[in-house]
């Protein structure tokens, strides 16, 4: 392999260190609001919920930013080695990696690993949570009892009968 090819497959393996460094800052960042988000649900916090949701959004757009530049490399890298897939997993590419970028990439390859997985038992305990929230909810509507004038008017659905104000009672032809 002539020396400018090595040369270059070592600056597109260290660039790749560096854009799977920022990935996972991000993940990080998405672990913490997500951590956020449902010690929120747990506290009955709900009204702070909305903002935590657009900040997790705004991860997820920087996180696909960051995809885009990965795939990208991933790539230069297949190109330069002369492969013909450029969609090889992580494992793969450190098979090739120079030896300066193995040790950085399998570090942030079990790091990443961790992290996913923190976020899928997160978000799957988010799911679980609404869910709950929702039926609690629901089942506190229906408890809703007559009140000492008749019905309160409201089901699970909502409002099922129109208050029971006259224009009379407010004297609008007065």
Known sequence: MATSVKLLINERYIALVGVLNRELSILERLTFKLTQ???LARADESRFLPKI????DAIRDDLGAL??????LVGDVTAALGLANDSL???QLIAYAPDLAVAPLEGLKRRMVATMNEI??????GSRMVVERIDKITRAIDRVEPTAFGRSGYDAIGLTTPPATSSSFFDYNA
């Open 67 to 72: 995809e885009v530049a990965r795939s990208m």
């Open 89 to 91: 997993t992580l494992t």
């Open 53 to 56: 949701f657009d900040e997790i």
């Open 120 to 125: 899928k038992e997160l978000q799957e305990l």
């Open 37 to 39: 988000a449902e010690m």
